[in-house]
């Protein structure tokens, strides 16, 4: 074929080439700069859709770990106050077991009873957390759950579901805050066996005007046994946050494990291959170079057929 001062086949030829090599540069040096294979739904359709789903489920399951680890502070919160309670009700119990002693100054003894009733209070007013208090709620509440948030798992079909852990406040209340009759397992009202006045609980329980007579020594059992049925009371709701606790701390543990799956999965998809494509980009920009000198060698031919004419 001849040459041609109109069409020059090899420089067009050469642009292409070297064109296609740019297309393949930007590509290469957008995966290098993003670290992304398929950074949008461009890059491939069914990919990216998979992705940003599966991101969003990683999302909602970082909340659910959120609430989770709400969830397990409160119930620490709870446990931690229901041991201290149980702490203090023996001791009041061993005040009470020394008083049975007859001819002991009982008024002083219940002056110590009055201390750590007042500290007794104050432990079960203080667990607290977020604004919850498991350890003093309203019986008259008709819901007299707590639901912590769990899980979070989506079907074949799409359609999501969201798990949680239930508990029970009638297991963990130790004071009733509510304005009518007490139902809290240390505000229970009971009667003596032979005082004539009235009811008393755990928090208000007074041996200070009771003698050496076998009434009044009735009824001060009667108090020891209330304080005792007490504390395996609060024995049972504290085996109860410890179960509720451990649960929580099960399903926290598996919500991150399965972020990191998600996490895992999401980046074989979409991630880029560094090491890949820099060696790509290595070997595209010496393709560049090769173009580049090959589109001149291109152009210089119409020069030569200058020299034709001279």
Do not use: C
């Not at 432990?123 to 769990?150: E, M």
């Not at 005792?228 to 991150?256: E, H, P, Y």
Request: charged share 20%; aromatic share 2%; glycine share 6%.
């Amino acid at each position: 074929m001849g040459s041609s001062i109109n069409t020059n086949i090899a420089a067009m030829t050469a642009l292409q080439s070297l064109n296609q090599t740019n297309k393949e540069m930007l590509v290469t040096q957008n995966r290098v700069s993003t670290g992304y294979r398929v950074a949008d739904a461009s890059d491939n359709a069914a990919y990216w859709s998979i992705a940003t789903t599966m991101r969003g489920d990683r999302s909602a399951l970082s909340t659910v770990a959120d609430a989770l680890g709400l969830g397990s502070a409160t119930a620490e919160i709870a446990a931690k106050g229901i041991e201290s309670a149980i702490e203090i009700a023996g001791k009041i119990k061993d005040k009470l077991v020394a008083a049975r002693t007859p001819g002991v100054d009982r008024s002083k003894i219940q002056s110590e009873i009055k201390e750590l009733q007042d500290s007794l209070k104050s432990v079960i007013d203080g667990a607290s957390f977020n604004g919850q208090n498991w350890l003093k709620s309203d019986s008259d509440d008709p819901t007299s759950t707590r639901t912590i948030v769990s899980s979070f798992s989506r079907a074949a079909d799409g359609t999501i579901s969201i798990g949680t852990i239930t508990v029970d406040l009638d297991k963990t209340r130790l004071v009733d805050s509510t304005t009518g009759t007490a139902a809290g397992l240390l505000d229970t009202a009971t009667a003596l066996p032979n005082a004539t006045a009235t009811d008393y609980t755990v928090l208000d329980l007074d041996i200070g005007s009771l003698t050496d007579s076998d009434d009044d020594l009735e009824d001060l059992e009667a108090m020891l046994s209330t304080v005792d049925a007490a504390i395996l009371s609060m024995t049972d709701a504290a085996t109860s946050l410890g179960a509720i606790k451990t649960r929580i701390d099960i399903q926290k543990d598996f919500a991150q494990s399965l972020m990191d799956a998600i996490d895992t999965g999401v980046g074989q998809l979409v991630d880029a291959d560094m090491n890949a494509e820099s060696t790509r980009l290595q070997a595209l920009q010496v393709r560049q170079q090769l173009g580049i000198q090959a589109l001149g060698i291109a152009n210089q031919s119409a020069q030569m057929i200058l020299r034709l004419f001279q």
